[in-house]
């Protein structure tokens, strides 16, 4: 009797036992998640209680002055480029010209748009991959992370590179913008199977040449800069990663490769 028989027949014999034990299982996986979701959300309660009210969206602000200043005087990296500096945050940019697509449009558009764009397409994405019971503990993990917690008290730009991998994993396209962190910018490759991110970064490299003499301010400002840490985005790539990992764990309908392959602006993989 093989190994698949005897399992057979076990069913056959204790068929209520296994159910229950099943349920069981069930039940305390999902109390496991429900514990750490509600850690996680005493966690983010936590967080909004030891930030000062003037505090809250310190960072998209900041982005949103740094458009402004940009588009009233040409200047992107003031008192950046003249020699060495000490890098100040919530003073210096240290972001690249190409963050300007993300940031100029803020500055007429509502602020809370910031923080519920992301949140929908990230929404969207848990929605269509449904990520299995272990997904979800890890996802609340991650909401545990401080990093993540401060990155929506802050209005950081963590937020949106979470949602451009999302949508990198569900449209392609979308995932070259990753590029306005270059700490971040391997991440965009999470799009390359499709024909519309060949079609985005053609774009994006026709951009990066119109604006060339920015790029070489951009240079300039980040050789000036001291104190400037690389290491800086390691304590994002838990929430930044957050969407690959609900994508690898996704139980909801999937795609067959075929399939995959035969969509409309997707290239085989």
Do not use: C
Request: charged share 15%.
């Amino acid at each position: 009797m093989n190994v698949f028989t005897a399992v057979a027949a076990r069913e056959r014999r204790h068929p209520t036992a296994l159910r229950d034990a099943g349920a069981a299982r069930r039940w305390a996986t999902l109390t496991v998640v429900g514990v750490l979701w509600v850690f996680a959300a005493y966690g983010a309660m936590l967080g909004w209680g030891r930030v000062a009210p003037a505090d809250f969206g310190a960072d998209q602000r900041f982005y949103v002055e740094v458009a402004d200043r940009w588009l009233e005087t040409g200047a992107l990296y003031p008192g950046q480029l003249d020699g060495a500096y000490q890098l100040q945050l919530m003073r210096d940019n240290t972001y690249p010209p190409n963050a300007l697509v993300l940031f100029v449009p803020f500055v007429l558009l509502p602020a809370i748009l910031w923080w519920l764009v992301p949140a929908a397409i990230i929404g969207y994405g848990l929605w269509r991959w449904r990520p299995n019971a272990f997904g979800w503990a890890l996802l609340a993990l991650v909401a545990l992370w401080p990093r993540t917690v401060g990155a929506v008290l802050f209005g950081n730009t963590d937020l949106w590179m979470a949602a451009l991998v999302t949508a990198g994993l569900l449209w392609g396209w979308p995932a070259v913008l990753l590029a306005v962190k270059p700490t971040l910018a391997p991440l965009a490759l999470v799009g390359v199977g499709h024909r519309s991110w060949w079609l985005m970064a053609g774009l994006a490299a026709a951009l990066v040449v119109a604006t060339l003499p920015l790029w070489l301010d951009y240079v300039s400002a980040l050789r000036n800069a001291r104190g400037l840490g690389w290491d800086y985005s390691i304590g994002s790539l838990p929430l930044v990663l957050a969407p690959a990992l609900a994508w690898l764990l996704r139980s909801g309908p999937s795609v067959g490769r075929d399939e995959r392959a035969s969509e409309p602006g997707r290239l085989p993989v």
